[in-house]
Each structure stands twice: as C-alpha cells, then as structure tokens.
C-alpha cells in the first residue's frame, strides 16, 4: 500500500476514533461510540499490515501472537464481571505501557530496522521520542501494577507515605530528564536502561500515596499516561495512526482527570505527582467509642418509601459487588406505580472509575433522565422524604465537611443527611475505601439496613 493511501486511511482511522469518543460522553450514544472506536482500530491494524510489505517467517509470528492476545482479551472480557471492571481497566493500562516500552526497546538496540540510523548513531529526535515513549511507558506500567493491587484488595487502600517522599520523586524525575539528555549525547545503552529501570521505580512511588477515595482520578490519569507513551512510540515508528490515538486518549484522559479533581477540590498537581503537598499523615481509622445505631428491616424500609413522596437513591460500590441494579430497577418500579417520585443521585467517583456507576444503572435500564450528578440533585436532598443509600459510603460521609483532619476532607460530598429518613444498606459498620468511619451511620434520621445490597433490595420488593 503506497504511503498516500496508507494516511489518508489512517486519517479516517482517527476521525473514528473522535467520534468514538464523542459517543461515548454520553450513556444515549455510548454503544454507537463504542463501533465507531471497533472500526476505526480494525482499519488501523489492516493498514498497518499492508503497509509492512513482505514480513516473511515473521509475519506467521505476528498471526500468533495477535491469536493468542486476541483470545485472552475475549475471554477476559466475556467472563469478568462489573465489579471487577475498575482493575480490569488498569490492569490494561499496564499493558499499554509495557508495550510502549518493548518497542522502544526494540527501536534502541535494532534502530535500522525502523530507519532511525543505526547502533550509535541514532536520529536524536528519535532518542528523545524512544526515552520519553519508554520512560512515560514505564510508570504507566508500573503505576498501573499498584492500581491494580489496590483495587483488587492484595494491597491496601490507604496512602502509602513516608518522610521525604515527595522529595525523593522529584530528585527521580529530574535524574530521568538528565538522563535523556545524556543519552541523546553518548547513546549508551547503560543509560538508556537506567532510565527505564528509574522509570518503574517512580511508577510506583506515584500511586502508593494516593488512597482509595481518590482511586478513579488516578484511573483516567493512567489512562492519560497510556496514551502519551503510545503518542510517544507513535512518532519513534512515524505511525500516524498511533500518534493520533495516543494523543486523543492522553489529551481525554487528563482533562477527565482535571474535571475529576475539581469535583473532588482535590489539586490536580497533587494527584498527578503522587500526592505532592498532600498530608503525610496516613488515614487509620481512629479508636473511638461504638456509637448506637437504629436498625432497620425490609418491612420498615418499604413502609417509608411506600408513603413518601420523593425518594432518592444513593447507588454505590456495594451495589456493583452485589450485583443489585436489577432488583433496584424492580423496587423502583414498584414505587413508581405506588406515585413515588424517584430519582438517582451518582457522585463522580462513586465505584472505582469514572462512570462506575452510570454503566451499571444504563445495563438495568434504567433511563437516563432520572439519573443526575452531584451539582445537579444535590439540593434536592432537603426536600427529599427517603434517601436510599445502597452500597455508597465515602461519598456520604458528612466528615467531608466538617473535618479537617480527614483524608477527604474537603471533597464534595451528597448531602444525605439532609433527608427526612435515610435507609443506609450495608453488610456492616465497617468503613469506606478511603479507611474512615462514616458519621451519616449514627444519625438520629438514618436506619441501617444490614444485609447484602441485593438480598435487602429484593426483600423490600417483596414487601412493596
């Protein structure tokens, strides 16, 4: 395939690729989205193929391998489950990142196999596009490994901190930016790998301070990452096609990630560098007395609602574990047609990623103009008779508000406490991902539900 060709397809692999961004701003066109970014990538890898020209025995590798990738990305696609979805996305990040950083190996110690000149003598635009590609690779890699940890419950959720840490990242990533320029005078390879070997390091050292509260930023900043490394090797490999998705999915990623911390008034500086600035006090929760509780029942829980006239429902990660969107989806259907007025209240990091919550309630079909976001319902609360809190904490929590010694203090919070009643399911007291207790507990207007969100769920249908 002539050059021409293969940027003009590449051009409209990219336009597929905006609109398939564009689609999925919205839940409305999200599956729309979602083809347009299947086609616009299937038209990528054909052109990339036909433009290699003769791969000979390397072309029946590639088929292999692309078979065996390709197997594993279905099958762990058909058989994870929503919960499960925020680790699976980091866990991709990884992966993204550790191939940016295979191919600027390989550009590096084969660089007349990609026409960039030859073992030390290397194109310096090259050098600096490969180091930037491996480095930004590198962190995404390893950063991406702890997210994972985190979000799979192997490593706790709680900021990791120590004194002079962020003193350390800097010093880490000044040496890393001397290093580039070192090796773009010497190419030698001791260099080249100690930037990558420094690169993991830092990776890491950038998310163990960041706890759980703030865990869906820091997806869509890997997510950003991600993106910059393959735009980096995009320009190593003169691939339009990378460049451009590279760029849109880094450029996408840190303003979802600046929108984000707004919403949180977390510094979007402080997240990006691993906290920098940020309190090294670590969050453990406190020893302090029990506090009385008011429980509740199903019975007790469906009689409220039934007679109420607004409900407003709190979804939250127990809901995901639980699975119990589609019995919400019943119990709202119930009310409904006993005249209850029912709305959706999701904060912007409610779950584990960015939308956690909105995938969840659009696969419950659930419609779309009942569900509104923090700043839109969040004043509707003190005219609101239930507030059904499933499965939500951190997002509740009236510390946010009142104290400041707490790890989220300061982020906005839903104004729960606010209703006349609020029915609060949850398995137990226990605290929120962020490792504080919640206060919205022992209210003298909240009635804990104890029980799994989907089981509670079900049972007040019954009583419905």
Not at 83 to 109: D, K, N, R, W, Y
Not at 235 to 240: A, G, R, S, V, Y
Not at 362 to 373: K, S
């Amino acid at each position: 395939m002539s050059a021409n060709l293969s940027a003009l397809f590449y051009l409209i692999s990219g336009i597929l690729f905006i609109l398939a961004l564009r689609g999925l701003s919205s839940p409305e066109t999200s599956r729309q989205g979602n083809y347009f970014g299947i086609a616009g990538m299937l038209i990528a890898i054909i052109v990339t193929f036909l433009s290699v020209g003769n791969f000979g025995i390397g072309l029946i590798y590639v088929l292999i391998f692309l078979v065996i990738g390709g197997s594993i990305g279905a099958f762990i696609a058909f058989r994870i489950p929503m919960t499960a979805m925020p680790e699976l996305v980091a866990g991709f990040h990884s992966l993204v990142g550790l191939a940016a950083v295979f191919v600027a190996i390989s550009a590096f110690l084969k660089p007349e196999a990609f026409n960039l000149g030859t073992i030390g003598n290397i194109k310096l635009a090259s050098l600096i596009e490969m180091s930037l590609g491996a480095a930004i690779g590198a962190i995404t890699f390893s950063g991406s490994i702890i997210a994972f940890l985190k979000l799979r419950g192997i490593m706790s959720g709680s900021p990791i901190t120590f004194k002079g840490q962020h003193f350390i990242n800097l010093f880490l990533g000044l040496s890393i930016i001397a290093l580039i320029y070192y090796l773009c005078i010497s190419q030698s390879s001791n260099i080249f790998w100690s930037i990558v070997l420094i690169s993991f390091l830092v990776g890491v050292l950038l998310i163990i301070p960041i706890g759980g509260a703030d865990m869906p930023v820091v997806i869509s900043m890997l997510n950003s990452y991600s993106g910059w490394a393959a735009a980096g090797i995009g320009f190593t490999l003169e691939n339009t096609a990378l460049i451009i998705t590279g760029a849109l999915v880094g450029s996408s990623g840190a303003i979802l990630s600046y929108i984000m911390c707004k919403g949180m008034n977390r510094s979007f500086f402080n997240v990006i560098l691993g906290g920098w600035g940020a309190n090294e006090q670590t969050s453990a929760l406190q020893n302090k007395e029990q506090k009385p509780v008011k429980n509740g029942n199903a019975d007790d829980a469906a009689f409220l609602m039934k007679n109420a006239s607004s409900v407003i429902i709190v979804p939250g990660y127990g809901m995901a574990v639980a699975q119990a969107q589609h019995a919400l989806r019943e119990m709202v259907d119930a009310l409904k047609k006993n005249g209850v007025k029912v709305s959706y209240a999701i904060h912007p990091v409610a779950g584990r990623m960015p939308g956690h919550m909105n995938v969840l309630l659009a696969e419950a079909n659930v419609p779309y103009d009942e569900v509104f976001e923090l700043e839109e319902i969040n004043n509707d609360f003190a005219n609101c008779d239930v507030a059904y809190v499933i499965g939500a904490n951190d997002v509740t929590n009236p510390v946010a508000k009142s104290d400041p010694q707490s790890p989220i203090y300061g982020m906005p919070v839903l104004d729960v406490e606010k209703s006349k009643s609020v029915l609060f399911v949850k398995r137990s007291l226990s605290p929120g991902y962020a490792g504080i207790d919640n206060d919205l507990f022992y209210r003298d207007n909240t009635l804990m539900l104890f029980a799994d969100a989907k089981k509670m769920t079900e049972e007040i249908v019954k009583s419905l």
